[in-house]
């Protein structure tokens, strides 16, 4: 029998890029969806409506006739980027994870990926090399993504010693090609080549490219031991050196860079704005927070057991800046 790989959140840029790293294997796939959701869809998919917060929902990913051994990768989440833990976040990250562990124990999953983040992880300081740890805690961290995140990985690590065949993944900020959901660091590329972003802020965090993070997804999956933590990073870039390297690539002005106090004491009138206008604001308490950190964060681990080797963010941001032109048309694996 061919095993079944299942990625919830299969509309959400991680998600969707793993079914596209899995597009024409020999296994059956299968991708979770919100009810109504519009999300990239691939022939040989069979996708699946249903909500993590609503676990009879799930059910049909799990059963089926002559089903072969179960293999799930959980991706779905809310993120956000403001220091609150809302009820939403809470329901989706925490409560929704805690739904799959217990649908993924009375189905005897064969293994179980679990898509965490390294904001789970307790910050350093200034030039701090964060690796992973095995306990995970929300008082520890700060930010309601963070929390919820932190309080869902502990939840995981204890299904896998209860014997759950569990495997966490955290991947630092995501960027890169065929994003449709909305990422954060996309909208900042996106913002800038449109004249929409006011300027840079002094400040910069570890961006790893959205197709390295499915391709370790994915190797965690054979390869990752249970109940063991691989951090997905790439290395620390500074905002301005983002922003630079998106206008060596397609041109755009250079902008003001804001020292982080400056930018603090700017964020609130910079939220009002874009909420008049009716758009996301990227500088938040939060965002900005993140962006000060200074931590920097270790993929030795992955890249020793996973085979994990990140690429160089400049091709990440080319790629993404094509597929941006290209109006859906970039090619779908790279």
């Known amino acids: 029998m061919k095993k079944r790989i299942v990625v919830t959140g299969a509309g959400g840029h991680l998600g969707s890029t793993i079914l596209r790293l899995l597009h024409g294997s020999d296994a059956e796939l299968f991708g979770l969806v919100l009810p109504g959701e519009r999300a990239p869809r691939f022939s ?44 939403a976040l809470y329901a989706v990250n925490v409560e929704g994870t805690k739904n799959l562990l217990a649908l993924c124990a009375e189905y005897q999953v064969e293994r179980l990926v679990y ?5 789970a992880i307790p910050e350093g300081g200034e030039r701090t090399v964060l690796r992973e740890v095995n306990r995970f805690s929300a008082d520890q961290v700060v930010g309601g993504y963070a929390k919820t995140k932190a309080e869902a990985t502990e939840a995981v690590l204890d299904a896998a010693r209860m014997g759950l065949p569990a495997v966490v993944v955290q991947p630092s900020g995501i960027l890169g090609p065929y994003d449709t959901s909305g990422n954060h660091l996309v ?10 972003l006011p300027a840079c802020v002094r400040g910069g965090y570890d961006f790893v490219d959205v197709r390295d993070v499915a391709a370790g997804c994915l190797s ?7 109940g063991e933590c691989y951090i997905l990073s790439n290395r ?13 690539i397609a041109g755009g002005r250079k902008l003001p860079v804001l020292p982080l106090a400056l930018a603090r ?6 939220q009002w704005r874009a909420r008049r206008r009716g758009e996301r604001p990227l500088y938040t308490s939060y965002s900005l927070h993140t962006l000060g950190t200074g931590d920097r964060f270790s993929h030795e681990k992955a890249t020793r057991e996973l085979g994990y080797h990140p690429r160089d963010l400049f091709l990440t941001l080319r790629d993404t800046v094509l597929w941006m032109r290209s109006g859906g048309k970039f090619p779908a694996v790279c």
């Open 44 to 87: 040989g998919i069979r996708y699946i409506e249903g909500d993590v917060r609503d676990r009879e929902s799930l059910r049909p990913l799990f059963e089926g006739e002559g089903m072969g051994p179960l293999y799930l990768i959980h991706t779905a989440g809310l993120i956000d980027i403001g220091r609150e833990v809302s009820p």
């Open 115 to 119: 898509v965490s983040s390294v904001h």
């Open 187 to 196: 909208q900042m590329v996106s913002d800038y080549l449109r004249g929409k």
């Open 220 to 226: 965690a999956l054979t390869r990752g031991c249970a």
């Open 236 to 248: 620390r870039y500074e905002l301005r050196e983002v922003l630079g390297m998106v206008r060596r």
């Open 265 to 270: 004491m700017a964020a609130p009138a910079i």
